[in-house]
């Protein structure tokens, strides 16, 4: 059963920074691209990022380019978000996600927006992120 585990998440001034990590557990973490998601509140679930399983290569959300970075440890079987610069717009529950069917390459998608999330599957509880003066 594929479970995961998001951490790292709290309250943070504008300008500041958080790393968010995602641990999966029941499945084999190295094989899957692994993508974050976000909600704030009363909007939709948005994409934000993701990672191929192997190679490396990632994607981003305009909204967030050049100041969040995706990257996974899959040793500790680990996705982090490096999230730098924030935003009071940034503000949101984080969540990670797998792809369903299982995939090692994040969907070719060009915004991340839409039906992006439709190609995942498999999802976190969560972790809130707080930007705020």
């Known amino acids: 059963q594929v479970q995961l585990v998001e951490s790292g998440g709290g309250l943070v001034q504008p300008g500041g920074s958080l790393r968010l990590s995602c641990t999966g557990f029941?499945?084999?973490?190295?094989?899957?691209?692994m993508g974050w998601f976000r909600q704030a509140p009363g909007k939709e679930r948005e994409g934000v990022s993701c990672i191929n399983s192997s190679d490396g290569r990632t994607q981003y959300a305009e909204s967030v380019k050049g100041r969040f970075t995706i990257s996974r440890d899959n040793a500790k079987k680990t996705v982090y978000l490096q999230m730098d610069s924030l935003k009071l717009e940034d503000t949101a529950v984080y969540y990670c996600?797998?792809?369903?069917?299982?995939?090692?390459?994040?969907?070719?998608?060009?915004?991340?927006?839409?039906?992006?999330?439709?190609?995942?599957?498999?999802w976190g509880q969560g972790t809130q992120v707080t930007v705020s003066s």
């Open positions: 996600a797998t792809l369903y069917p299982p995939a090692p390459v994040c969907p070719p998608h060009a915004t991340l927006t839409g039906d992006y999330e439709t190609y995942f599957g498999s």
């Open positions: 029941g499945f084999t973490m190295e094989f899957y691209a």
